[in-house]
């Protein structure tokens, strides 16, 4: 055994418990009460140990956007955050990851990582024939846009054409992710943020949202709804779910923590699509939390230059930048509605790594990566832009007391910062 964990909290499948955690190899080898090793890390008494996170959800934009963020500074940003994997949205990045040859462009561009990364591919308009060799080259899975994606590079799919790549795609049972906002529903936004959040009504993403779950009903593949914001929609994912559908989703920190109410004109840092709604609906998504419908929390991380992102919310970037502050967060708030960490690491680690099917990743049980996270959770911190690690720390949680503080990551036994990550294809992790 190359090292040993001691800790009064280990959060593991079956709950938090008092254990040694062995590893040899990088591998998780023993959860046990007590190991014997000269090698131990002794976690202190207000330390727990979580299993490293899985963002399922990150736009790195390297190469071609890597003045918005790249692979060295958002895997250094991630490392400092607990998350230990991340896999890369298709676009943003030039050129978007919509053939098997750009692939090999971003993994050649992703040479120096800090963590484990693997990769989405993209449905754009003409690239059918692109899945199966994308899919054959390693990708997690297929995104689409519904509506303008904010990039003219990666083209929105009518439903016609999500449906004919939903057939493709179930015969190779791959999953393909929706941004699901309908474009006919959404309007040209005001400079102002109650102009901007008409512009983008809670029907855009009901109507989109049922849309994918006819199509999941009509082709049997797997689908999965990216970010949601609208909480009306959660009847429809429940109705969807009840009907044992394929069909999964996740909603983001920010959508958690914020609310309209409190966003003011010109604070553009707050600016990402869907928008964040009003703190009723905040509770609904985390009532849907509790209850299942919805299955996993991650990023969304997409940042741009500053210059990009300032200016009127008619005008300004739509992405927020959080891939350092997503545990403590979501933590956060979730300490303070009663749910336990055992939740917050279901959420942000154990499902987003089942979803794309790392077998090697998201608990802290025999047989998984060393993949570990030492957590404060009692201690806070108010966030400081200029401790990001993010290219651009533009962040709207700048300046707010979070709880919770990721004191060490450990990337396949080895402390992140001397260890060096891996890319990732899917069937292999
Ligand atoms: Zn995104």
């Given at each position: 055994m190359d090292l040993v964990f001691r800790a009064r909290r280990v959060i593991t499948p079956q709950g938090e418990i008092a254990c040694d955690v062995g590893v040899a190899g990088g591998?998780?080898?023993?959860?046990?009460?007590?190991?014997?090793?000269?090698?131990?890390?002794?976690?202190?008494?207000?330390?727990?140990?979580?299993?490293?996170?899985?963002?399922?959800?990150?736009?790195?934009?390297?190469?071609?956007?890597?003045?918005?963020?790249?692979?060295?500074?958002?895997?250094?940003?991630?490392?400092?955050?607990?998350?230990?994997?991340?896999?890369?949205?298709?676009?943003?990045?030039?050129?978007?990851?919509?053939?098997?040859?750009?692939?090999?462009?971003?993994?050649?561009?992703?040479?120096?990582?800090?963590?484990?990364?693997?990769?989405?591919?993209?449905?754009?308009?003409?690239?059918?024939?692109?899945?199966?060799?994308?899919?054959e080259a390693g990708v997690f899975g297929f995104k689409c846009f519904l509506l303008h994606s904010g990039v003219d590079e990666f083209p929105a799919v009518t439903t016609a054409e999500l449906e004919a790549a939903l057939r493709e795609l179930a015969t190779l049972d791959a999953l393909t992710i929706v941004h699901a906002e309908d474009a006919h529903t959404v309007r040209d936004s005001e400079p102002d943020y109650a102009g901007f959040l008409a512009s983008r009504p809670r029907e855009a993403e009901n109507k989109a949202i049922s849309d994918v779950v006819a199509l999941t009903r009509k082709t049997g593949a797997r689908t999965h709804v990216l970010h949601l914001s609208s909480s009306d929609a959660l009847a429809i994912l429940e109705a969807a779910k009840r009907e044992s559908l394929p069909i999964t989703a996740e909603t983001c920190p920010h959508y958690l923590t914020f609310s309209a109410e409190e966003i003011r004109d010109g604070q553009t840092e707050f600016k990402c699509c869907p928008p964040i709604r009003e703190a009723d609906n905040r509770e609904a998504l985390?009532?849907?939390?509790?209850?299942?419908?919805?299955?996993?929390?991650?990023?969304?991380?997409?940042?741009?230059?500053?210059?990009?992102?300032?200016?009127?919310?008619?005008?300004?970037?739509?992405?927020?930048?959080?891939?350092?502050?997503?545990?403590?967060?979501?933590?956060?708030?979730?300490?303070?509605?009663g749910f336990q960490l055992t939740d917050v690491v279901r959420w942000?680690?154990?499902?987003?790594?089942?979803?794309?099917?790392?077998?090697?990743?998201?608990?802290?049980?025999?047989?998984?990566?060393?993949?570990?996270?030492?957590?404060?959770?009692?201690?806070?911190?108010?966030?400081?832009?200029?401790?990001?690690?993010?290219?651009?720390?533009?962040?709207?949680?700048?300046?707010?007391?979070?709880?919770?503080?990721?004191?060490?990551?450990?990337?396949?036994?080895?402390?992140?910062?001397?260890?060096?990550?891996?890319?990732?294809?899917?069937?292999?992790?």
């Open positions: 591998r998780i080898v023993a959860v046990e009460p007590r190991i014997d090793s000269p090698n131990v890390v002794h976690l202190a008494d207000d330390e727990v140990l979580l299993p490293g996170l899985v963002d399922t959800h990150v736009h790195v934009n390297d190469p071609g956007r890597s003045e918005w963020e790249g692979f060295e500074t958002a895997t250094r940003a991630a490392a400092a955050g607990g998350v230990t994997t991340i896999i890369d949205m298709p676009l943003n990045s030039i050129p978007p990851t919509v053939e098997a040859a750009a692939l090999e462009v971003k993994r050649k561009a992703a040479a120096r990582v800090s963590v484990d990364v693997g990769f989405w591919g993209g449905i754009v308009p003409g690239n059918l024939a692109d899945l199966k060799p994308l899919h985390w009532r849907g939390l509790r209850d299942g419908v919805i299955d996993l929390v991650v990023s969304d991380h997409s940042p741009s230059t500053a210059e990009l992102k300032q200016g009127d919310f008619a005008t300004a970037w739509g992405g927020i930048a959080s891939l350092q502050l997503g545990l403590p967060a979501v933590w956060t708030g979730a300490r303070d509605r942000m680690s154990t499902h987003p790594a089942r979803q794309v099917g790392l077998r090697g990743k998201g608990a802290i049980e025999t047989g998984k990566d060393a993949d570990l996270v030492v957590f404060a959770p009692d201690e806070t911190f108010v966030v400081d832009r200029e401790k990001l690690h993010h290219r651009n720390p533009v962040t709207p949680y700048h300046g707010r007391t979070l709880h919770g503080v990721v004191r060490q990551t450990w990337l396949r036994g080895k402390e992140t910062g001397t260890a060096q990550g891996k890319l990732l294809r899917r069937g292999e992790a």
